[in-house]
């Protein structure tokens, strides 16, 4: 992602929640800050709370602090008027003070996505579009002053070609990188560190099942490992973790707080990607041939 935003890329990553976005997000913070990078996490959650021209100061004056570049940037200037004009000026002024580009990282674009947004600006009006659309042609300017990371639950923001009748400033501007499963590898390493920290000793197979019957979710491998750490806390220190004590605590940890962090993951889903979600639950029951027809109506849910 460092890599690209040097080459005058933008990057979209994508992942279901607590799959390890925001660590990735923060891991590229502190590697564009070790390169003296200008760079800053900018978060939907409250961005939406602002207008659109709100929302390019908000973001102006955030990568301004982050970068500590001391310009001066006053929110009279970011009228409905003149913000496409004032943003373009100061982000130029912060990448002309840190001689490089500015890097802009928004996470959860759920919440400025048109027809998802909580905000009704965002989700029926223009805001989205006027918004990116500034930052699209700050972006493009010769010898471009900024790149963006967008991060989220779905790609769906870049992957419609119209909002509202308009042609979608981010439609097709990058390839979205999405953050995939555990392999059993991955699950071995982190299960294998951490446990040893808490004198757990795992037998081999333990990491297969782990990672099978959690969809390699690292986020729901851990909180099964804390839930198998605590059932074990009146065994011998020296007790292995074998096949039948693991699905006994699996059971437990299933049938108790299991399904509502499950509900947690998958929640966004259910409440604002519909089709997504329904796709998942054919999966999830057998229903395969239902999956294949909804998926062929409309390529976009398999990529």
């Given amino acids: 992602l460092i890599d690209r935003h040097l080459r005058k890329e933008n990057s979209g990553i994508f992942g279901l929640r607590k799959s390890g ?45 982050s970068a500590k570049s001391s310009i001066s940037i006053e929110q009279k200037n970011y009228s409905t008027e003149n913000a496409h004009i004032q943003f373009e000026v100061d982000i130029t002024k912060i990448k002309n003070k840190n001689n490089k580009p500015v890097l802009l990282i928004f996470d959860e674009i759920e919440h400025i996505t048109p027809k998802i947004s909580a905000s009704e600006n965002w ?33 769906t923001c870049i992957e419609k070609q119209f909002i509202n009748k308009t042609d979608n400033p981010i439609y097709n501007q990058f390839k979205p990188i999405y953050i995939s499963g555990f392999d059993i590898d991955d699950t071995k390493n982190m299960v294998s560190t951490l446990g040893r920290y808490m004198g757990m000793r795992f037998r081999d197979e333990i990491y297969t099942y782990l990672t099978a019957d ?15 750490y605590q059932a074990k806390k009146d065994l011998p220190q020296e007790f292995d973790i074998d096949r039948l004590f693991y699905e006994q605590c699996k059971d437990n940890f299933n049938s108790n707080s299991g399904d509502k962090y499950c509900e947690m993951i998958i929640g966004v ?10 796709m998942l639950t054919y999966l999830a029951s057998g229903k395969q041939n239902e999956f294949a027809e909804l998926a062929e109506s409309d390529s976009s849910y398999v990529h």
């Avoid at 259910?270 to 329904?278: L, N, P």
């Fill in 269 to 278: 889903l259910k409440e604002h990607y519909v089709d997504e979600h329904t």
């Fill in 214 to 228: 959690y969809g390699g979710h690292p986020f729901l491998i851990r909180q099964i490992c804390s839930a198998i």
């Fill in 123 to 155: 989700r029926e009006g223009k805001d989205f579009l006027i918004f990116w659309q500034v930052v699209r042609s700050t972006f493009q300017k010769e010898d471009s002053p900024l790149t963006f990371i967008i991060a989220g639950t779905n790609p």
């Fill in 21 to 65: 976005k925001t660590s990735a997000l923060f891991s590229v913070l502190r590697n564009a800050k070790q390169k003296e990078i200008p760079s800053s996490i900018i978060d939907c959650q409250t961005l939406h709370l602002n207008s659109w021209n709100k929302a390019l100061y908000y973001v102006a004056q955030k990568i301004n602090e």
